[in-house]
């Protein structure tokens, strides 16, 4: 009868804890340039940055920009408290031979977190990667 009991605690609290992790997600589109022209297949990526130890960072979603340097990420995860989006960009727009490639990084706004459907996707425009962005270093693994 006990292991009845335990068993129903159990799962009570499970269930629970489970409604705690909300879907949320982000979306967001733009294109990107390089000299003037279409940059196409630089790696584009979105993450959810987890703060707390012990808790990886999410990949909500990742493309390559296509032929006209145009790309669409949209993607969600479950936690308990508000996402941390950040959009990450690899290329070698004006990088010569230079090992590894740029990585510029831009923090979405919370306004743009949707819960499951994106209701309004975050435009970057058109951005021209010969731009020095201060937010930008270099990546060999991704």
């Known amino acids: 009868m006990h292991y009845c009991y335990y068993a129903l605690l159990i799962a009570i609290t499970i269930g629970h804890s ?3 992790f909300r879907l949320q997600g982000v979306a967001v ?8 022209k279409p940059w196409k297949n630089a790696k584009v990526k979105l993450y ?5 130890p012990g808790d990886s960072d999410d990949l909500l979603d990742e493309k390559y920009t296509d032929k ?4 669409r990420v949209d993607g969600t995860t479950r936690e308990m ?3 941390d989006p950040v959009l990450y960009i690899y290329h070698d727009c004006e990088d010569s ?8 990084t831009l923090i979405i ?5 949707h819960f499951g459907q994106a209701t309004a996707w975050m435009d970057i425009g058109t951005l021209s ?5 201060p937010e930008q270093d270099r990546s060999c693994y991704h």
Not at 29 to 36: D, I
Not at 129 to 133: I, P, S, V
């Open 18 to 20: 489970s409604l705690a």
């Open 29 to 36: 589109k733009g294109k990107l340039t390089c000299g003037g």
């Open 48 to 52: 959810d940055i987890d703060t707390n």
């Open 68 to 71: 006209d340097g145009e790309f």
């Open 81 to 83: 408290t508000p996402i």
């Open 97 to 104: 031979i230079k090992p590894c490639q740029k990585r510029i």
């Open 109 to 113: 706004p919370k306004k743009f977190i």
């Open 129 to 133: 990667l010969e731009t020095g962005f």
